[in-house]
C-alpha cells in the first residue's frame, strides 16, 4: 500500500513569510509525529498526535509553529514569520496503534530553505 | 536528559571488510530502539527494531544487538558493499515519552570498491 507522503518536497521562501507543510499518513494510522533535521543532525521530534489532538507539542522550537489535524488523517504543520533558521528537512511519521514504541513509518520529507 | 550518542561521525571502509557501528543511550528505561538506515536527500528506512526484552535482531546481513544495562547497542554488517553506502541513525523511544524518537547525530559510512 501507499507510504507516508509529504508536500511540498521542496520549499523555497523569503524570510519573514508564511509555510503550510501538508502530510499525508499511511491509511488507518492513528499516531501521526513531526520531525524536523537540520544539517548533519539527527531527526528531532517537533509535535505528536493521538487522533485529531496533539498530544506531545513539547518539541515545538516556539509560538511561530503550529500543528493540526482536524479529521485524524492528514496533518499541516505551519510556520510564521520564518527565519532563516527554520531551514532544514521536515520530516513526517505515522504509526498504527496507540502503543508507546509501536513502529514509525518515515515520509520522504519537505525540504524548507528561507533566504 | 535522554540522550542518544553515535561515535564516530563518519566511516570509510574498503568493500567485503565487516563493520559495527555504535550506539549509546543514556537512559535504560526504553521501550526499543531502532536503526535506520538514510540515503542523501532522502527519506528514513527503518532498518531493524529491538523491543526492550530482546537482545538482538537480523535482517540478512544486519544484525543489532541491544544492550540495555550499559546503554549500548550495535549495528553489525557483514561483507559491505558500496550500496551500503548511507547515513545510519539510531534512535530509542523512551519510556514515558510518548512513543516520540530520540535521534542520535547518524553515522555517515562510505564502502570504498
Known amino acids: 500500500g501507499a507510504g507516508v507522503s509529504q508536500t511540498p518536497s521542496n520549499k523555497v521562501t523569503e524570510k519573514g513569510k508564511y509555510v503550510e507543510l501538508r502530510c499525508d499518513p499511511i491509511s488507518g494510522h492513528t499516531a501521526l509525529y513531526w520531525y524536523r533535521q537540520s544539517l548533519g543532525q539527527g531527526p528531532e521530534f517537533l509535535i505528536y498526535?493521538?487522533?485529531?489532538?496533539?498530544?506531545?507539542d513539547s518539541g515545538l522550537p516556539n509560538d511561530r509553529f503550529f500543528a493540526v489535524r482536524p479529521e485524524g488523517s492528514v496533518s499541516t504543520l505551519k510556520i510564521q514569520r520564518t527565519e532563516r533558521g527554520d531551514s532544514a528537512v521536515y520530516l513526517c511519521?505515522?504509526?498504527?496503534?496507540?502503543?508507546?514504541?509501536?513502529?514509525?513509518?518515515f515520509g520522504p520529507g519537505t525540504r524548507l530553505t528561507v533566504l | 536528559k535522554q540522550e542518544v550518542t553515535q561515535i564516530p561521525a563518519a566511516l570509510s571502509v574498503p568493500e567485503g571488510e565487516n563493520l559495527v557501528l555504535n550506539c549509546s543511550f543514556t537512559?535504560?528505561?526504553?521501550?526499543?530502539l531502532q536503526w535506520f538506515r538514510q540515503d542523501p536527500g532522502k527519506g528514513l528506512t527503518s532498518l531493524l527494531l529491538i523491543q526492550s526484552s530482546q537482545r538482538e535482531q537480523t535482517s540478512g546481513r544486519l544484525n543489532a544487538s541491544l544492550d540495555k544495562s550499559s546503554g549500548r547497542s550495535t549495528l553489525y554488517i557483514a561483507a559491505s558493499q558500496p550500496g551500503d553506502s548511507a547515513t545510519y541513525l539510531c534512535?530509542?523511544?523512551?519510556?514515558?515519552?510518548?512513543?516520540?524518537?530520540?535521534f542520535g547525530k547518524g553515522i555517515t559510512l562510505s564502502v570504498r570498491p
Open positions: 498526535f493521538q487522533g485529531t489532538g496533539a498530544a506531545d
Open positions: 511519521a505515522s504509526s498504527l496503534l496507540r502503543q508507546p514504541g509501536n513502529q514509525q513509518y
Open positions: 537512559d535504560s528505561a526504553i521501550y526499543n
Open positions: 534512535a530509542v523511544t523512551y519510556t514515558g515519552a510518548n512513543s516520540k524518537l530520540t
